[in-house]
């Protein structure tokens, strides 16, 4: 069984920072990528990051590069996301993923989910 469990979510005024954090438990091998997603209601999910675990290469949203950065403890087995300069439209339910292979990571194909932190900026 795997367990992706978010943490560090929260209300801040436009401009505000905050830090999520992803702690994973429960598996044999390592993933090979992981990411951060969120949803705000009413819309669908949208990607904001992806880290892969072994090269540390970095993908950010448009809506997002700049602000927030991706990162990754390995020997705690959690995932970051630093936000900055947060704005309105950045509201939403944030979930972190990981995913096993280098094709499931291509297509964003993730396997693995948290149960999501909320964010919401004014």
């Known amino acids: 069984h795997v367990q992706l469990v978010e943490s560090g979510g929260g209300s801040v005024q436009a401009g505000g920072s905050l830090r999520l954090s992803c702690a994973a438990s429960?598996?044999?091998?390592?993933?090979?990528?992981m990411g951060w997603f969120r949803q705000a209601p009413g819309k669908e999910r949208e990607r904001v990051a992806r880290?892969?675990?072994?090269?540390?290469?970095?993908y950010y949203a448009d809506s997002v590069k700049g602000r927030f950065t991706i990162s990754q403890d390995s020997a705690k087995n959690t995932l970051y996301l630093q936000m900055n300069n947060l704005k309105p439209e950045d509201t939403a339910v944030y979930y972190c993923?990981?995913?096993?292979?280098?094709?499931?990571?291509?297509?964003?194909?993730?396997?693995?989910w948290g149960q999501g932190t909320q964010v919401t900026v004014s």
């Open positions: 993923a990981a995913a096993v292979g280098q094709m499931a990571c291509l297509i964003w194909a993730y396997e693995y």
């Open positions: 429960g598996y044999t091998y390592s993933s090979t990528c």
């Open positions: 880290v892969y675990t072994a090269s540390s290469s970095t």
